[in-house]
């Protein structure tokens, strides 16, 4: 896969898709992370002379189109002033994605220029299935520029107009967010230095169990916290009380436990249960083998840390994904914190993913020099390690 060193950009009209698809609160930004994350690529390309017109995605406008725009979608506007400051130098904002306005900021560019395209899902063929539907809007997109830069990390597994066919209309290459996020999942799933221990956790096991069975072919331990372990447990006969549980997935998962061979399955030996699932709740740690009927486990608890924390101490390798328990309540953080701490002792390469596990670790205060690596997209690091392609990956690494 090229990377932008490869590209002569001086002088000549870059399309950079970019993941700038943050959080906001109105028009305020209240994490500026995924814009921080792709400054290296923009900032190298500018310098050197391209001509850079910026594309990506805001929310899932429904329905989309102008109108969602109209009627008040996620404009991209607020970013184009944010990377402007970040830049040190005004960023041309066009109203829209592949039309007029887009065209006429595409041409007012001079070297080093950056201009920011408007919310590229109010084109509703962006996301269309239909391939001949996607294929006219990345004509129009392609025709803006002259070269292509893939930068977008957590858009890589959607197969989207200007994920995974505008590259295949122009001379492209990788940013330098998804080389970086690409050669660290490389090192997770090919020749991993081990021990290999796995840690998983978050809310729901049906978003992840894909990601357990094929790992289970190539870590050594896979530790099971969050409200995903219940599943879990309750496969394993366990009474659960009125936890998280996905009762559909129970069967696969007790199947899965069964079947021999592959990495050890670590599952929580105590659990915080709470009266409700609120701040305040009131809450006991107890045995899995006594978990009260009315309660709902809302941690892990102080013997499953431990036994954790013991697993992970001999690491090679490490990836985490998803809390160990409802760590936006404080009284429910301990679990998530006792990993956070065991893991940022590992010398090895260690590996944080999943959008509310990044936030748990911010929250929490661990500096990001506490991990080797945090990546920037939960949803493509998930499909990439359940050995699935990337189709915006695939897209980069195919010959144009
Ligand atoms: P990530 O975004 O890192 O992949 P997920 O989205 O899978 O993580 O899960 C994060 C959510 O899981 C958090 O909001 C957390 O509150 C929730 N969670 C963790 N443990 C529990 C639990 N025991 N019961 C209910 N929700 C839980
Ligand atoms: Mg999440």
Redesign the pocket.
């Given at each position: 896969m090229r990377g932008i060193a490869d590209l002569d950009v001086g002088g000549r009209a870059v399309l950079l898709r970019a993941d700038l698809n943050v959080p906001l609160d109105g028009t305020s930004i209240t994490d500026d992370g995924r814009i921080k994350a792709t400054m290296p690529t923009i900032t190298d390309l500018a310098r050197r002379g391209a001509r850079l017109l910026v594309c990506a995605h805001l929310g899932r406008p429904k329905g989309a189109d102008y109108a969602a725009r109209s009627a008040g979608g996620p404009s991209l506007r607020p970013v184009a002033d944010r990377l402007g400051e970040l830049l040190g130098r005004p960023v041309r904002f066009a109203a829209n994605v592949a039309g007029p306005s887009a065209a006429a900021v595409a041409g007012e560019l001079s070297d080093g220029d950056v201009g920011l395209l408007e919310n590229v899902r109010f084109e509703p063929a962006e996301t269309s299935k239909d391939d001949g539907e996607r294929r006219e809007l990345a004509r129009r997109l392609a025709a803006l520029a002259e070269l292509y830069v893939g930068d977008g990390f957590g858009a890589l597994h959607r197969k989207h107009a200007s994920v995974y066919d505008v590259p295949a209309l122009l001379p492209h290459a990788a940013g330098n967010l998804v080389l970086a996020e690409v050669a660290v999942l490389r090192q997770l799933t090919e020749d991993p230095k081990r021990p290999y221990v796995v840690v998983l956790?978050?809310?729901?096991i049906s978003?992840?169990l894909a990601v357990v069975a094929n790992l289970r072919t190539i870590a050594d331990r896979i530790l099971i916290?969050?409200?995903?372990?219940?599943t879990f447990l309750a496969a394993r006969g366990y009474g659960v009380g009125r936890?998280?549980v996905e009762q559909d997935m129970i069967g696969e998962v007790g199947r899965m436990l069964d079947e021999p061979g592959g990495a050890e399955i670590v599952l929580p030996v105590d659990?915080v249960a709470a009266t409700g699932?609120a701040a305040d709740a009131d809450h006991e740690t107890v045995p899995v083998s006594e978990f009260p009927p009315d309660r709902?486990?809302?941690?892990i608890g102080v013997a499953t840390s431990n036994l954790f924390a013991g697993k992970l101490a001999d690491a090679g390798t490490v990836f985490w994904?998803?809390?160990?328990?409802?760590?936006?309540f404080p009284a429910?953080a301990a679990g998530t914190r006792a990993v956070a701490e065991a893991i940022s002792h590992v010398p090895g390469l260690t590996v944080v993913?999943?959008?509310?596990?990044?936030?748990?670790v911010r929250k929490l205060q661990f500096p990001e020099s506490a991990f080797s690596h945090i990546s920037t997209g939960?949803g493509a690091s998930?499909e990439y390690l359940e050995g699935k392609t990337l189709p915006g990956l695939a897209a980069l690494e195919a010959d144009k």
């Open positions: 956790g978050g809310a729901k978003d992840k916290g969050g409200g995903m372990a219940f936890s998280l659990m699932f709902m486990g809302l941690d994904n998803g809390p160990m328990g409802v760590f936006e429910f993913g999943g959008g509310d596990s990044a936030a748990a939960g998930l």
